[in-house]
């Protein structure tokens, strides 16, 4: 499995921007299709954006289209969330998420993916 280590939360004002990353051990990174998933306090674990391997390919959540970028370096081992206009209801503990495959498909639930990070708090002040 993969360790993936996120980093870049923090607090921001509405309006605001963030960028979080993930980095990732291992040799076989562009084999893996990287996602962003958050959890908000009470709430269930919610899909946010995902990659495919070459970073060719990228969904998002309807909630965060438009403000939310997600991008991939696969000679750093390391995927990106550029989060723009940030509203308070973005709030929540960001995580990263590697599935690997070998068929390119883009999971876009929780069980889709086999590796997660440890997560990285972003808190948007109204």
């Known amino acids: 499995q993969v360790q993936l280590v996120e980093s870049g939360g923090g607090l921001v004002q509405a309006g605001g921007s963030l960028r979080l990353s993930c980095v990732a051990s291992g040799r076989t990174f562009s084999r893996y299709v990287m996602g962003w998933f958050r959890q908000a306090p009470g709430k269930e674990r919610e899909f946010v954006a995902v990659?495919?391997?070459?970073?060719?390919?990228?969904y998002y959540a309807d909630s965060v289209k438009g403000r939310f970028t997600i991008s991939r370096d696969n000679a750093k081992n390391t995927v990106y969330l550029q989060m723009n206009s940030l509203k308070p209801e973005d709030t929540a503990v960001y995580y990263c998420?590697?599935?690997?495959?070998?068929?390119?498909?883009?999971?876009?639930?929780?069980?889709?993916?086999?590796?997660w990070g440890q997560g990285t708090q972003v808190t948007v002040s109204s």
């Open positions: 990659v495919s391997w070459t970073g060719e390919r990228t």
């Open positions: 998420a590697a599935d690997y495959n070998t068929r390119g498909r883009i999971g876009r639930t929780a069980t889709d993916f086999g590796s």
